[in-house]
């Protein structure tokens, strides 16, 4: 396979691009925000001496023209230094790098759950378009694309935590158990119900999405002609529907890792699970400047990454795109 | 011109295929939810002998090609269908169809966009009733590299996807029903000659070929038998030799008028236009046009009957 130039560099010089443009916007919107990071950090009924406070104003540069503040920002997220966090007191890239070992846990099990099921669900209603099957399924999804993941989530947990008590009400380990002591059950019993969160909230569109493309297969020529070859509907749904809208259904899944990632933080903050996006949650509400720009440029980097592995894998799969070589 | 009046099938008791006074209906949704019936196709009579390739002509928007849906079993669900369809003197039901279709009986669509864009052309010939050796037996015989076989159906040329879709039809064995619909428009003339061959090859093998197309000229040089199809109904079978003479030999006005247009006859044009099969009620279709029409020609039923060893759907055809 050609790797060339293209492949590479247009992405990578898309995605720089795509990262300065988001710190910026989110610097200048934290910039203007009525939270005054130095009140955040002294708290307001500090004893702190003006001058004192000046003096820390000072050390941290915020009486600094705003592109300056960026550019120091910015040189030293490159050297991989984020910055210290306001609200948990260490270092940014220390407290995402434990987080997002977490988060991505939970985004990728919703992430296949919703994917695999969503997919057979959608080509089990689309081949049998009209029926009640099909319209059940098509109302299911509508309802549950239309309720906020967050109201989703509260279902969840007073169902499945608070009335059956199956599970933990949340966090990510047994409270008031060592660290040393967390078994991987442990870690399991207290990753279901954000999974199942996250995953009820994105397997509508997933669903949807399979549902529609399998009924613009089914209609197709080939479809028709594969009939009077005498294909039964369960070959021609193995041996051409699964193969065309599984294509166009990856690429969705994977571009769609944006609404994964919002909907992973309002599971997290609804299930109070220790990763980014109730890290981010928190930061926001604390004025925590360097944690929230951190938590923005890992978000931006899994959608960007999202998009990128979509894009690339049309080019692979589809040989309409791979064959001749030139990839979108 | 060839003659193959002489083939011995023909002499055949029993049509490979046998239409009888078929009907194909779509029920719309009209305005609001008020459901209206679309007639596509009104009376539509035929028989193909095993060893004849019969050719269906006439303009488009005939029903043309829902006939060869309709033989199929691919009419979509809204479809109604009258009328019987035998295939070699028993119903086509849709249990024997679907144990045929494939096999014995073959479609040839218009184009390669009736392949599977994301399958290799190999493995789609084979389909679910043929084999590796018969794939790539009958790729030698249509001339077919097996490179050919791992390409994918937008790579192929325009004769190559012929060719490949001929092959489809092939692989099933033992073909005994070819039903092709338009399979040559977009294709040049020395393309069109080597299709029309292969048609006549599976003909020649013994198989009743139903030949749908809007290329009479090109047809007239290799079927056995034209049926004319005018607003969903056919006004008249007649041999290829008599639809090429010119209008003389034939039976009814509007096939007259027909041959009577062709480049190489008189190139005379018909006037008015072929009204919409739905839009009709009783009596001929083309009694707006015919030059020849009675007042009785306006209503009532005009059954298809036999004259002159051909078949003719006209009160007063002599």
Redesign the interface.
């Known amino acids: 396979m050609r790797l060339n130039a293209k492949l590479v560099a247009a992405p990578a010089a898309r995605m720089v691009l795509l990262l300065i443009c988001v710190t910026v916007l989110s610097f200048l919107l934290v910039a203007n925000a009525p939270i005054d990071p130095l009140t955040m950090y002294v708290g307001t009924e500090s004893t702190l001496s003006d001058a004192a406070k000046a003096e820390i104003a000072e050390h941290w540069g915020l009486d600094d023209p705003l592109p300056e503040r960026y550019l120091i920002w910015a040189k030293n997220a490159l050297h991989g230094d984020l910055g210290t966090s306001i609200t948990y007191k260490r270092p940014v890239a220390d407290i995402l790098k434990e987080r997002f070992a977490l988060s991505i846990w939970l985004m990728m099990l919703a992430w296949v759950f919703s994917g695999i099921l969503g997919f057979l669900l959608g080509i089990a209603a689309g081949v049998r378009q009209g029926t009640a099957f099909d319209r059940a399924v098509k109302v299911f999804c509508l309802i549950l694309q239309s309720a906020p993941a967050f109201w989703i989530g509260l279902l969840v947990l007073s169902f499945f935590a608070v009335r059956l008590g199956w599970f933990p009400i949340g966090m990510a380990v047994p409270m008031g158990k060592l660290a040393a002591d967390v078994t991987l059950a442990d870690r399991i019993h207290h990753l279901i119900l954000p999974v199942l969160t996250l995953t009820v909230v994105s397997i509508g569109k997933i669903t949807l999405y399979t549902r529609q493309k399998t009924v613009e297969t089914m209609d197709s020529?080939?479809i028709?002609?594969?009939?009077?070859?005498?294909?039964?509907r369960g070959?021609i749904v193995r041996?051409?529907v699964v193969?065309?809208v599984a294509?166009p259904a990856v690429t969705i899944q994977f571009a769609s890792f944006s609404e994964l990632f919002g909907g992973m933080t309002l599971a997290e903050t609804v299930f109070a699970y220790p990763g980014v996006g109730s890290a981010t949650t928190t930061a926001a509400l604390n004025g925590d400047v360097p944690m929230l720009l951190g938590a923005v440029l890992i978000g931006a980097v899994f959608v960007f990454a999202g998009n990128l592995i979509a894009n690339i894998l049309y080019g692979v799969l589809?040989?309409?795109v791979r064959?001749r070589g030139d990839y979108a | 011109m060839h003659d193959y009046s002489n083939n011995h099938n023909r002499h055949a008791t029993v049509p490979a295929l046998l239409v009888d006074e078929l009907s194909v209906s779509f029920s719309m949704y009209g305005r609001g939810t008020a459901k209206a019936d679309l007639d596509a196709i009104r009376a539509l009579s035929l028989d193909v002998m095993p060893g004849e390739l019969l050719a269906v002509v006439g303009a488009s928007g005939s029903g043309k090609s829902v006939l060869a849906?309709a033989v199929?079993?691919?009419l979509p669900k809204n479809a109604r269908v009258g009328g019987r369809i035998l295939y070699r003197g028993e119903p086509l039901t849709e249990k024997r169809l679907?144990?045929?279709?494939?096999?014995e009986i073959?479609?040839i669509?218009q184009?390669v966009?009736?392949?599977?864009?994301?399958?290799r052309v190999d493995r789609q010939v084979i389909?679910?009733?043929g084999t590796r050796a018969a794939q790539e037996e009958i790729f030698a015989r249509y001339r077919l590299a097996p490179e050919v076989g791992r390409q994918?159906p937008?790579?192929l040329s325009g004769g190559m996807a012929r060719r490949v879709l001929f092959a489809?039809a092939a692989v099933?064995g033992d073909v005994k029903l070819v039903v092709a619909d338009e399979p040559t428009p977009g294709l040049g003339p020395d393309l069109c000659a080597k299709m029309m061959n292969h048609f006549r090859q599976f003909a020649d093998a013994g198989a009743g070929v139903l030949l749908i197309t809007h290329d009479v000229d090109l047809a007239l040089g290799y079927a056995d038998r034209v049926a004319v199809f005018y607003a969903g109904v056919t006004v008249e079978i007649a041999t290829a030799a008599e639809f090429a003479s010119g209008g003389a030999a034939l039976r009814h006005p509007y096939s007259r008028a027909f041959a009577d247009a062709l480049p190489q006859n008189a190139f005379r044009p018909i006037p008015g236009r072929q009204p919409y099969a739905g839009g009709l009620g009783k009596g001929c279709p083309f009694f707006d046009r015919c030059t020849e029409r009675r007042t009785d020609c306006a209503s009532g039923d005009v059954p298809m009957r036999a004259l002159r060893g051909g078949k003719v759907r006209c009160l007063h055809a002599t």
């Open positions: 020529e080939y028709l002609f594969a009939r009077a070859r005498g294909e039964t070959q041996r051409h193969r065309n294509l589809d040989p309409r064959e | 849906h199929m079993g691919i679907g144990a045929l279709r494939g096999t073959a479609f669509p184009a966009d009736y392949l599977d864009p994301l399958m389909g679910t009733r994918y937008f790579q489809t099933g």
